[in-house]
């Protein structure tokens, strides 16, 4: 006999619906704000219950995952899922679908929650952007990799590489993840109008710009200054040119966390030379 979900959107709200977090007061707040233009009324109420109903069970099964995990910036995960979901709201445009995207981001990549599970508890449109955004496991690559190379690390290695290379040659242009979204739609025999399809595109985009806004805030490290450079450069290649064309404000807030690492690293770059020069 198959147990329930726990994490069933009802069970969830049944467990925490006593509770009450100043951060989601606030983001509810700033939800109505910049979604429903702080007037709620007889024709978007139920709209709006519907999606507080929604954000708190993901809030809250995301909590539970990520509560004792930590990146490698030494950021509770967690946190960084609330700043995506600020971020979302800070970019023009916010909707409730991003809102959700936001938050569950990480859910199919880094716990063992599905597709099919978003899709049922909160729309497979929200589904789909999450998978979209979603590295697939590197273990679905090995077959790709030049039968050649045989030590176990370096077929990993070379796993991971493949794995990145299909995972932003999504982000290569809005096109590329359109026509993504349009094949991951299909295997899950779903049909979308072109004006739906171009909706969770953006959407999906839009987080993923969100997310990476974030992860660049945070990556400074000055004990390795060489992961700098390849996210520095990375998010150069793959995200700026689609930034640029579908959200110019997403652009300017990659180019500003860009150009704040590039002085930190030319400063770095100066001592290192200036302590070789002593020597």
């Known amino acids: 006999m198959q147990q329930p979900d726990i994490y069933s959107l009802d069970n969830v709200l049944s467990a925490f619906e006593s509770l009450s977090e100043k951060w989601i007061d606030k983001?509810?707040?700033?939800?109505?704000?910049?979604?429903?233009?702080?007037e709620l009324n007889s024709e978007n109420i139920n709209e709006f219950k519907d999606f507080v109903r929604k954000f708190y069970s993901l809030y809250y099964l995301m909590k539970d995952k990520f509560s004792e995990e930590y990146r490698s910036t030494w950021e509770r995960y967690f946190e960084h899922l609330r700043k995506v979901v600020?971020?979302?709201?800070?970019?023009?445009?916010?909707?409730?679908?991003?809102?959700?995207?936001?938050?569950?981001?990480?859910?199919?990549?880094?716990?063992n929650k599905t597709y099919e599970w978003l899709a049922e508890d909160y729309l497979?449109?929200?589904?789909?952007?999450?998978?979209?955004?979603?590295?697939?496991?590197?273990?679905?690559?090995?077959?790709?990799?030049?039968?050649?190379?045989?030590?176990?690390?370096?077929?990993?290695?070379?796993?991971?590489?493949?794995?990145?290379?299909d995972y932003f040659w999504h982000l290569e242009s809005f096109d590329n993840m359109l026509?993504?979204?349009?094949?991951?739609?299909?295997?899950?025999?779903?049909?979308?109008?072109?004006?739906?399809?171009?909706e969770i595109t953006l959407n999906a985009l839009d987080v993923k710009f969100a997310d990476r806004i974030h992860n660049l805030s945070t990556q400074w490290d000055p004990e390795d200054s060489e992961t700098v450079r390849r996210k520095v450069d990375e998010t150069k290649k793959y995200f700026l040119e689609i930034a640029k064309e579908v959200n110019i404000d997403a652009y300017n807030k990659l180019q500003s966390e860009i150009l704040k690492l590039e002085i930190r690293l030319n400063q770095l770059n100066k001592k290192v030379v200036s302590i070789v020069e002593k020597n």
């Open 27 to 38: 983001l509810l707040n700033k939800a109505k704000e910049k979604i429903f233009w702080w």
């Open 179 to 198: 026509e993504h979204i349009r094949e991951l739609a299909l295997s899950k025999n779903i049909i979308l109008s072109q004006d739906e399809l171009k």
């Open 86 to 111: 600020d971020n979302v709201l800070d970019l023009p445009n916010p909707n409730i679908e991003k809102v959700l995207i936001a938050i569950a981001h990480d859910s199919i990549e880094d716990t």
């Open 124 to 165: 497979y449109r929200i589904a789909l952007a999450v998978q979209a955004i979603s590295k697939n496991p590197w273990n679905l690559y090995i077959e790709k990799v030049d039968k050649s190379i045989t030590d176990e690390k370096n077929i990993r290695k070379k796993a991971i590489d493949l794995r990145n290379e």
